[in-house]
């Protein structure tokens, strides 16, 4: 049974820096491209960052400069490191793991930015 388990959310202020971590397992995680997402209150869901099995990075315009995708194979884990946060950084975000047809998505790590 494949799992994504997200982990280290949580409350900071404006200005900090928080790490993501998204743990898999039950799949061969290094065939994967892994993906952060993120659904604010009263937004919809919107892509963050990617990375694939070459490690090629993709990052959306909001989080260019601050947010760094990085994957360690060996762990089965992909990270966020998110610096620099901004209150508008506030959601749930959400690991998603990508081969062809096969999707898998967490459950979600709430990430709250206070001003």
């Known amino acids: 049974q494949v799992q994504l388990v997200e982990s280290g959310g949580g409350l900071v202020q404006a200005g900090g820096s928080l790490r993501l971590s998204c743990a898999a397992s039950?799949?061969?995680?290094?065939?994967?491209?892994a993906g952060w997402f993120r659904r604010a209150p009263g937004k919809e869901h919107e892509f963050v960052a990617s990375i694939t099995r070459s490690s090629d990075r993709t990052y959306v315009d909001s989080v260019q400069g601050r947010f760094t995708i990085s994957r360690d194979n060996a762990k089965n884990t992909v990270y966020l490191q998110m610096n620099s946060l901004k209150p508008e950084d506030t959601a749930v975000y959400y690991c998603r793991a990508r081969m062809r047809t096969y999707t898998y998505w967490g459950q979600g790590t709430q990430v709250t930015v206070s001003s």
């Open positions: 039950g799949l061969t995680f290094s065939n994967y491209e």
